[in-house]
């Protein structure tokens, strides 16, 4: 190794080091909270303002089933030297629910969950669906597209852009734990016996890192990528994996869905290394719901949303940003190092150079301090330079009308399970204005596609027969003959946002499966 290779890895060694120094351990809580005492003078409050002012005064927040608990409602905050225990049980009146201390969070739950794993009147005997939403511990905001997996089984979910999640488990899981993990915070993991509930708050902690200025300026960002890049047959394998995965694609004109379709999908992922194969899918159960009428002459329909989220896996199609040979039309920059579970990652923000015309990528990329793998990647095409790129998304537009992209963006992520990343979670946003010849005004669509892994494994993995292979290269809204009343039974799925279930119960199609 030369001199300069030397000084090179000596410098991120001590990075390594003064990270391991600097970063904050986990606090592991004992059940004593509960049999602290404490006083409070507050007088009559709502129960949920009551929780709020034990979490300021002790620092444990809550979690537990909304709807065990009615936050409107008063009670009498007014304890001296009280149990908290104690306090829990007056303030929320109800025998049933127990309470248990995992980190700095105290989980409510009635008392039979932790007895048993009961039947959902909606799934099958031993499934039960769990649900909930992902909030900031202080702020209370949604944490969109937050990873949930199962800690030692390959099976997981990410929530929604409101921060809504549901995962279904079988009794084969009830001995697991849920694992929770968003960039910038503090991961969270629950045994799954203590959350067999629905409408969960899942609060997580934003962990800031106190990483001198210096250290960050003295970074190099080409050499960390360089280095992610090398690291990536061995951070993301050489053997193939089969995943399934849940695939949804909309086209919104103006706040009116016009196309909606899902799909639960099966993904032969071959090795990231060593082989000629390239990636499978077949479709194990889809459908769509068309809101466009024979009248409505503008319409348009996304081009290749299967293919697209498989190329999007910049870890195996090299994303143009971390390779050599484009890394002199980029400008990069590290601003940050964020908490990632219980490590910690490089935040790397690039961007084309002026002087190269065509239409090329920025954003951020995050990259784990201590393997280099690549945990996230959120890039748009440079808005300068997108109108180049007018028939690469989207169909032959419609006869009599202009249509162009205006904005497109993405976002990739990957989940390490067992010292291995995978594939997690692909989205695509994009906005399209769209013209009629000879008109003055214009109308707006937006357009999404996203793909959610549910469920990796690596044993028994076999390459899909022909005929089972999906139309990956076509308008994946219709490959969809059929609509499916009976829904995806077992599998899990993503829960619509606000927005989109608003404009579901706003089409004319019966929709019980989107009902609150």
């Known amino acids: 190794m030369s001199s300069h290779n030397g000084k090179i890895c000596t410098k991120f060694e001590a990075i390594a080091f003064l990270l391991l120094l600097i970063f ?61 225990s104690v306090i829990l049980d007056s303030i929320l009146i109800n025998d049933s629910l127990v309470f248990s201390v995992i980190d700095r969070y105290i989980i409510i739950s009635h008392a039979e969950s932790h007895h048993s794993l009961t039947a959902d009147s909606t799934a099958a005997e031993n499934v039960k669906y769990i649900t909930g939403k992902i909030v900031d511990d202080e702020t209370s905001e949604p944490l969109p597209f937050a990873s949930i997996a199962l800690k030692n089984k390959g099976k ?24 929770f ?42 050499e960390i990528i360089s280095r992610a890049f090398k690291a990536i047959s061995h ?74 989220c498989l190329e999007l896996d910049g870890a195996k199609n090299i994303f143009d940003f971390i390779t050599m040979e484009s890394m002199a039309d980029y400008t990069y920059r590290m601003t940050d190092i964020v908490t ?27 990259i784990n301090t201590v393997d280099y793998g690549i945990l996230n990647v959120e890039f748009e095409i440079n808005p300068k330079l997108i109108h ?41 946003d994009l906005i399209f204005t769209s013209s009629q010849k000879k008109r003055l005004f214009n109308t707006q669509f937006k357009v999404f596609f996203e793909l959610a892994i549910t469920e990796t494994r690596l044993t028994n993995v076999s390459r899909f027969d022909r005929e089972e292979l999906a139309p990956i290269h076509s308008i994946f809204s219709r490959t969809i003959k059929n609509y499916d009343p ?31």
């Open 24 to 84: 904050p351990q986990r606090m592991i809580c004992q059940q004593g909270i509960l049999d602290s005492a404490f006083t409070f003078r507050a007088g009559t409050v709502k129960i949920g303002n009551a929780l709020n002012i034990i979490t300021r005064q002790t620092g444990y927040n809550f979690t537990y089933d909304s709807r065990l608990i009615d936050q409107e409602k008063k009670t009498v905050m007014t304890f001296s030297n009280t149990k908290l």
């Open 156 to 179: 997981g979910t990410v929530s929604n852009n409101n921060g809504n999640f549901g995962m279904k488990i079988t009794l084969d899981f009830s001995n697991d734990t849920l694992s």
């Open 181 to 222: 993990s968003y960039l910038g915070y503090l991961g969270r993991e629950i045994p799954v016996k203590k959350i067999f509930a629905n409408n969960l708050t899942i609060s997580m902690k934003r962990e800031f890192i106190s990483i001198p200025e210096i250290i960050i300026k003295n970074q190099n960002p080409q």
């Open 235 to 308: 951070n993301y394998g050489n053997t193939p994996a089969l995943m399934t995965g849940f695939y949804r694609e909309g086209v919104l004109k103006k706040s009116e869905l016009q196309t909606y379709s899902e799909a639960i999908l099966q993904i032969y992922k071959s090795a990231y290394s060593g082989t000629l194969y390239g990636d499978q899918i077949k479709v194990y159960k889809s459908r769509k719901i068309e809101n466009t009428e024979r009248s409505d002459t503008l319409a348009i329909r996304l081009k290749a949303g299967l293919s697209t």
């Open 340 to 366: 990632y579970d219980d490590e910690a990652a490089y935040a790397i923000e690039f961007e084309q150079r002026e002087n190269v015309d065509l239409p090329l990528f920025k954003g951020t990329i995050y």
């Open 388 to 428: 180049k790129m007018k028939d690469t998304f989207i169909t032959a537009a419609s006869r009599g009308f202009n249509t162009w992209p205006v904005s497109v963006k993405y976002s990739v992520s990957y989940l390490k399970m067992k010292n291995r990343y995978f594939l997690n979670h692909v989205r695509g």
């Open 486 to 516: 009976l829904f995806w039974g077992t599998q899990d799925f993503l829960r619509p946002e606000d927005n989109l279930l608003k404009a579901l119960k706003n089409m004319n199609v019966k929709l019980q499966e989107f009902s609150e």
